[in-house]
T-cell receptor
Framework: LAKTTQPISMDSYEGQEVNITCSHNNIATNDYITWYQQFPSQGPRFIIQGYKTKVTNEVASLFIPADRKSSTLSLPRVSLSDTAVYYCLVGEGAGNTDKLIFGTGTRLQVFP | DTEVTQTPKHLVMGMTNKKSLKCEQHMGHRAMYWYKQKAKKPPELMFVYSYEKLSINESVPSRFSPECPNSSLLNLHLHALQPEDSALYLC??????????????FGSGTRLTVV
């Protein structure tokens, strides 16, 4: 089972870069790493996905080392609206049936 | 259309009531999911449908009954619920359930209160 471990919470200030690390020691060869953002009383929102090395999009970067046992979500210059829970997900399942299991997530609080 | 639409947004029901939650997507996704989320906890997977067939039931009590009438719709029928079933119920869809196919699209959820 590819469980994930993240810090429970993080604090930051507006304009700073935030790095959230996720540990996934048992990641399978074919698994991708996906990060979601969730605001209160809303469904999680896809942020970024990667398999190895580095992926960047308009909102975040994802760094994955060669052994793929961890990954780091990087949010550049956060704002108050980035206050949310961030989940790191790695797929698991038997055969072709996939089920994404959410870990505890990291609650990010951004202060002015 | 890149959304998953859930109705109703809020639902209050008694323990003897029967109600249904609805989920709809028009992205051509062939996998749909139900998750349950309690306050300050991560979403917990309940059911997975792949090509309109139930592929995973995470040992969910029978008072929750999923249904997938077609590739765009997913229902969750509720009967004889308990107060501890009060939660945010989230529907999601993805292109398919293949391991390399990530990127779930979630709906905004139905906030269910059982009284």
């Amino acid at each position: 089972l590819a469980k994930t471990t993240q810090p429970i919470s993080m604090d930051s200030y507006e304009g700073q870069e935030v790095n959230i690390t996720c540990s996934h020691n048992n990641i399978a060869t074919n698994d991708y790493i996906t990060w979601y953002q969730q605001f209160p009383s809303q469904g999680p929102r896809f942020i970024i996905q990667g398999y190895k090395t580095k992926v960047t999009n308009e909102v975040a970067s994802l760094f994955i080392p060669a052994d793929r046992k961890s990954s780091t979500l990087s949010l550049p210059r956060v704002s108050l609206s980035d206050t949310a829970v961030y989940y790191c997900l790695v797929g698991e399942g038997a055969g072709n049936t996939d089920k994404l299991i959410f870990g505890t997530g990291t609650r990010l609080q951004v202060f002015p | 259309d890149t959304e998953v639409t859930q109705t109703p947004k809020h639902l209050v029901m008694g323990m003897t009531n029967k109600k249904s939650l609805k989920c709809e997507q028009h992205m051509g996704h062939r996998a749909m999911y139900w998750y349950k989320q309690k306050a300050k906890k991560p979403p917990e997977l309940m059911f997975v449908y792949s090509y309109e067939k139930l592929s995973i039931n995470e040992s969910v009590p029978s008072r929750f009954s999923p249904e997938c009438p077609n590739s765009s719709l997913l229902n969750l029928h509720l009967h004889a619920l308990q107060p501890e079933d009060s939660a945010l119920y989230l529907c999601a869809s993805s292109q398919d359930t293949h391991r390399a196919s990530r990127g779930y699209t979630f709906g905004s959820g139905t906030r269910l209160t059982v009284v």
